[in-house]
């Protein structure tokens, strides 16, 4: 499959609250894992996701508009990264 149809086919997994098994397809083989590690858009949905994560994955979604979905505090560190690159699209 060529990377564009992959990488859509990683955005139709699930993002339960809090898990982050979803990235998992990056240890699949090494194919799968460069066209995730590439792809800014699967980066950029995080679910309560645990702040060490939010960091990895901020780092990763390039320039991609940012999803938050919290029913925690978020760091203001790193809340700070998303909102001084004008990337934030929603908290909820």
Request: proline fraction near 9%.
């Amino acid at each position: 499959l060529p990377p564009e149809i992959l990488s859509a086919i990683f955005l139709l997994i699930p993002r339960d609250v809090g898990d982050t098994s979803w990235i998992r397809v990056t240890h699949v083989c090494h194919r799968w894992r460069e066209v995730a590690l590439n792809y800014p858009r699967f980066w950029s949905e995080l679910n309560a996701v645990p702040p060490r994560f939010m960091e990895f994955a901020l780092a990763r979604s390039g320039c991609a508009p940012i999803l938050v979905h919290t029913w925690e505090e978020i760091p203001d560190d790193i809340l700070f990264k998303v909102l001084s690159q004008d990337r934030l699209q929603r908290v909820i």
